[in-house]
């Protein structure tokens, strides 16, 4: 993390005499600017840079929370067909971690921590996994949680008639009819072949613990084993999810949550500063609207750390990037912390094109470092000397264009010619993505490390968005797979992420902090990856 | 006069059976469908093709379009492909929230400005008339969702007495949208009105300038009945078309407010069906958008045959 000073806030005090003039200035300027699109939201965030972190905060409000209330939050909906069915691709994200638990979750350390799995363990080789459940567990209808659920659920999310995006990750090794359950509290998934870092696979937001034989219904009922339990959803609409007091890691701190959707970036902004809602969910906030908020009376900015990380995918099947050479200059042209300070303005870590994110215990530190003139050089070699390519951006999130600008800046140096195309945004994952040969994107990191190196990386997956296809990283992939020991099998993850930064396709700039806004009242706020504490979450002066 | 509706009727069917046709290939021709938009980046071939069957888009286009056009004709707008829920319903629904919207912003709107628009036409070039004009031209050279932030920095807040977005779904009750329409009703009548005023001011200019109104001046009447009784159905005359047409760009303007405020009608509605490519609600609210602009034409027609002695007597001819 880049040095923040440490004041979580400039302003500690309230203002006395209502909201001061700067202030409704700074604001009628950011929301003006967030409705200008892209370029003169850019101009906006550019401007600003002169005192990068200062005005928005590092983290959310200290201190704890009191019992009760009701928190409020604000959360783009998924779609029109929004369902609370967690495997779904159209599952409706917020609800999910408050109505249901998975067998195992992602520790804030990158390690798989247990949820209704106390422990776990493979046999010799890794091709069973043996789970044993947590008792005492009930739903919410009353029932109690038994590995016929657990089981249940994985043949849920392997269904083809589930269609879920995690299907596609666990079919190539669990046959949904060799589960076995031989006690009401153990789950064995016997697997097709060695896998040792199985588990973490079932960390995926699509992997929450339904209840047996619930395929049809879940989607609207919700019932889970979670810390609340659903009194309302309407997809695309207000829900509302209120306290399970017999949640077996206890009752939550909250009485109860209030979901709104709304599908405006600038609603969410404004619903926030009118003291409409506590939180902005899965919402990361522009530069220019976060200082705003952050200088409201009623809300403030948390951050969630290396929240997404930003890519620049080569399509590694399209001229001039098929020639590795091409690649690697492309990613010694530029300089990642130029890119940091431009387009985030330090808010987050330089990645060096290493997608596995700092936090994760597989990550490596190692890369080449930015040196421009062999970048000509590679070039040169490669008969690409006065390369020029199209880099495509949208306003489908803020900081692209940003990003695309700074990168564009920093390869000139190296005498690259970038020409920055702006798409629309609506259709900018059907048309743009994977589809034109340089463009910009981003993901949010909380994959574990075998999920991320295989989705995304490995020749021939669906969400391989740079089409690389590279024989030794695959093998080191399952190699890695088939290594029982942890020690050596973070080595070799460690080998395939420095192949991703040698020979891969993607330009990894940065990860980037979430900018979270938030209300003043609220404390307890913790979020990172796929993982948000509904446990924990509560209000001040509630 | 019959002859004259009969023909307005049958070329206002013209109109919407063309629009039908037309907002059907456009919405083919934008990239990507239904399926790959609903799933985003989890559009997965596998995910995709699933989806596509399960919402009948393997069928050809033209044969869908026939499917529709069969049933609308029979009253029956099909069913949404993302929710699956009967479009007719759906957008009736939205429908009955953006119409507390119109209802509000029409007469405000029209009140409001056709008084300042006489006001400024009578005191011409003194200074109600500079003020008035003033301030019309900046609210018609402002975009309808910059009014609508600054309604919203200011009275939501600033001065927090009106909500910045409405929380509620399409469902809620007349009670619980009411206190969030003043905002999204004032940006729209803000913008609309600058039209209307200027119409308005104009034709009372020159219809105060006309002999006949000279005429009642010397015959000792009144200013206020001059105004009332002669000046003002000829005045009405031209503004009139204009607040039909305002009225029917407040369909469109209705759209960009609504998203603004987050605000459950017919333009939000519009704007995730064609974000999501889903094409039977996109028909049936583009269906809606002509009849609303046909009817309102078809109304100021109308309205001015019964200000316009002329046209009346003249057999329906208008010019």
């Known amino acids: ?542 | 006069m019959l002859t004259f509706l009969v023909r307005r009727v049958v070329s206002a069917l013209g109109t919407l059976l063309l629009s039908s046709v037309l907002v059907f290939l456009a919405v083919q021709a934008l990239p990507g469908d239904v399926a790959t938009q609903v799933l985003g980046r989890d559009a997965t071939p596998d995910a995709v093709a699933a989806l596509r069957k399960q919402m009948g888009l393997d069928q050809p286009g033209w044969e869908r379009y026939g499917h529709w056009i069969n049933g609308a004709l029979h009253g029956d707008f099909g069913t949404s492909l993302v929710t699956t829920k009967p479009v007719g319903g759906e957008v009736a629904q939205y429908l009955g929230n953006s119409a507390l919207i119109a209802v509000v912003t029409i007469l405000f709107a029209v009140t409001g400005s056709l008084v300042l628009g006489i006001v400024a036409g009578l005191y011409r070039d003194r200074w109600p008339d500079h003020l008035i004009s003033t301030v019309s031209l900046i609210g018609m050279s402002v975009p309808e969702f910059v009014v609508a932030t600054v309604l919203v920095l200011a009275f939501s807040v600033t001065v927090p007495v009106l909500p910045a977005v409405v929380l509620y779904g399409p469902g809620a009750s007349t009670g619980q949208l009411l206190p969030a329409v003043w905002l999204p009703a004032a940006s729209l009548a803000i913008v609309m009105a600058a039209y209307i005023v200027r119409m308005a001011r104009t034709s009372v200019i020159d219809v105060m300038a006309g002999e006949y109104v000279t005429t009642a001046r010397l015959k000792g009447l009144s200013t206020w009945r001059v105004v009332t009784r002669h000046a003002l159905p000829s005045a009405l005359l031209p503004t009139l078309h204009v607040i039909a047409l305002n009225v029917a760009w407040l369909v469109g303007g209705v759209a960009v407010v609504e998203n603004v405020f987050n605000y459950p009608g017919i333009g939000k509605l519009m704007l995730s069906s064609v974000q999501n490519r889903d094409l039977p609600v996109i028909q049936a609210i583009a269906l809606i958008s002509a009849v609303v602009y046909v009817v309102c034409n078809l109304a100021a027609d109308l309205g001015s045959m019964a200000l316009n002695p002329k046209l009346r007597t003249r057999g329906g001819r208008i010019r």
């Not at chain 1, 657990?150 to 299907?167: C, E, G, K, N, V």
């Not at chain 1, 803020?398 to 945004?425: C, D, H, N, W």
């Not at chain 1, 190699?479 to 192949?499: F, I, N, V, W």
């Open chain 1, 1 to 542: 993390m880049p040095p923040f000073t440490s004041e979580t806030s400039h302003r500690t005090a309230p203002a006395a005499a209502g909201l001061p003039r700067r202030s409704l200035l700074t604001t009628a300027a950011a929301i003006g600017g967030a409705l200008g699109g892209s370029a003169l939201l850019s101009g906006c965030s550019g401007a600003a840079s002169a005192s990068p972190t200062r005005a928005v905060p590092t983290r959310g409000p200290a201190g704890r929370p009191d019992r009760g209330g009701t928190l409020r939050i604000a959360r783009p909906p998924a779609s029109d067909a929004e369902t609370l069915d967690p495997a779904s691709a159209l599952s409706a994200y917020e609800y999910l971690g408050a109505l249901y638990n998975r067998l195992v979750r992602m520790g804030p350390d990158g390690t798989v921590a247990p949820d209704l799995a106390e422990s776990w363990e493979p046999d010799a080789k890794a091709t069973t996994w043996t789970f044993r459940l947590r008792r005492g567990v009930t739903f919410h209808d009353g029932r109690a949680f038994t590995s016929a659920d657990a089981a249940y659920t994985l043949r849920h999310i392997l269904d083809t008639a589930t269609a879920s995006p995690q299907a596609p990750v666990l079919s190539p090794l669990v046959d949904p009819k060799r589960l076995r359950t031989p006690d009401a509290h153990t789950l064995v998934v016997p697997l097709k072949s060695p896998h040792a870092e199985f588990p973490s696979l079932l960390t995926h937001y699509n992997c929450y613990v339904v209840p047996d034989g619930s395929a049809r219904s879940i989607g609207r009922t919700g019932i889970g084993t979670g810390p609340f339990r659903l009194t309302s959803f309407a997809a695309a609409g207000p829900g509302r999810v209120t306290a399970y007091p017999d949640h077996w890691a206890g009752r939550p701190v909250l009485d109860a949550i209030d979901f709104y959707s709304v599908a405006d970036m600038q609603a969410r902004s404004g619903a926030l500063l009118a003291g409409q809602v506590d939180l902005l969910s899965q919402t990361n906030l522009d530069f220019a609207t976060a200082r705003v908020i952050a200088a409201s009376d009623r809300a403030t900015i948390a951050r969630a750390e290396n929240a997404q990380w930003y890519v620049l995918p080569m399509l590694t099947t399209e001229k001039p990037f098929t020639d590795v050479r091409v690649r690697q200059a492309m990613k010694l042209a530029y300089d990642p912390e130029h890119i940091l300070k431009a387009a985030l303005q330090g808010a987050g870590t330089a990645g060096w094109d290493n997608p596995v994110p700092p936090n994760d215990p597989a990550h490596t530190a190692a890369h080449p470092a930015h040196d421009p003139e062999k970048a000509r050089h590679l070039l040169k070699k490669a008969g690409y000397e006065r390369l020029a390519v199209d880099l495509y951006t949208s306003s489908y999130d803020p900081i692209f264009t940003p990003m695309a600008l700074a990168y564009q800046e920093s390869a000139g140096r190296a005498g690259i010619r970038i020409r920055v195309k702006t798409a629309a945004a609506d259709s900018y994952y059907t048309q743009i993505w994977m589809k034109k040969p340089l463009m910009a994107t981003y993901w949010y990191t909380g994959r574990p490390v075998d999920q991320l190196l295989n989705q995304v990386f490995r020749g021939g997956s669906s969400y391989n968005e740079t089409a690389w296809a590279d024989k030794e990283f695959d093998a080191l992939l399952d190699r890695a797979r088939r290594e029982t020991d942890t020690g050596r099998r973070r080595e070799l993850y460690g080998q395939a992420q420095t192949l991703v930064i040698e020979r891969g396709g993607a330009i990894t700039p940065m990860f980037a902090d979430r900018l979270v806004g938030i209300s003043r009242k609220v404390r307890g706020y913790a979020e990172h990856g796929f993982e948000f504490d509904y446990l924990r979450i509560g209000l001040k002066g509630a």
